[in-house]
């Protein structure tokens, strides 16, 4: 089951150098770079990319509001005014400086990707993790300054999601098709080519 899914490296992680650290996570698994591209996003992208849709404002809300719970913190707000307000601060991050934006296929590449980049709370990755092992934002801090967590990337976090999200970054002629040495299976034998 090949798959395409989109990864931004947020400024933080552009800001901190971690750019070729965090694609060669992804290249060592087998995992193939079929668009890359560094990218200054506007607010039309970035209102693109981060849709005011009622579900994704309703999970994130309610992804923080887990978060908090589990050090014993209380929201007063609903799902969907704290999705709102994390909208916002996402938007003003992902543009207040370039991102590196890549299309990454490969066999269940999103659920793959997503388990190589790590719980989106960096507390809560795992060691191994890129988030894990680079992060270490909590939501209490990034909320105290009204400003998103810096957790260093973005995945899609479905096959749905990537589709469109490739389609906000990328034109279609920007994906680039091609072979890796271990997609192309042939080889010869004496005088004879074998497929």
């Known amino acids: 089951m090949i798959e395409k899914t989109l990864v931004l490296i947020k400024p933080d992680g552009v800001h901190r150098g971690l750019v070729g650290e965090i694609i060669s996570r992804f290249e060592k698994p087998g995992f193939k770079l079929i668009a890359m591209k560094m990218v200054y996003a506007d607010k039309e992208i970035a209102g693109k ?64 990707i997503r388990k190589i980049c790590g719980a989106t709370a960096p507390g809560d990755a795992d060691p191994g ?23 260093l990337i973005h995945a899609s976090g479905s096959v749905k999601e990537a589709e469109r999200e490739i389609k906000v970054w990328f034109k279609p002629e920007e994906l680039h098709a091609w072979k890796k040495l271990d997609e192309v299976m042939h080889y010869r034998k004496g005088d004879e080519e074998i497929k």
């Open 49 to 112: 990319h981060y849709e005011a849709d009622d579900e994704w404002l309703e999970a994130v809300g309610e992804k923080q509001r887990k978060s908090y719970a589990k050090k014993g913190l209380k929201i007063k707000e609903d799902n969907k005014a704290i999705g709102h307000k994390i909208r916002k601060f996402l938007m003003d991050f992902i543009s207040m400086s370039p991102v590196v934006a890549l299309v990454i296929e490969g066999h269940n590449a999103v659920a793959h």
């Open 129 to 151: 993790t890129i988030r894990g092992d680079f992060a270490l934002d909590t939501y209490q801090l990034a909320d105290g300054l009204e400003r998103p967590i810096q957790n």
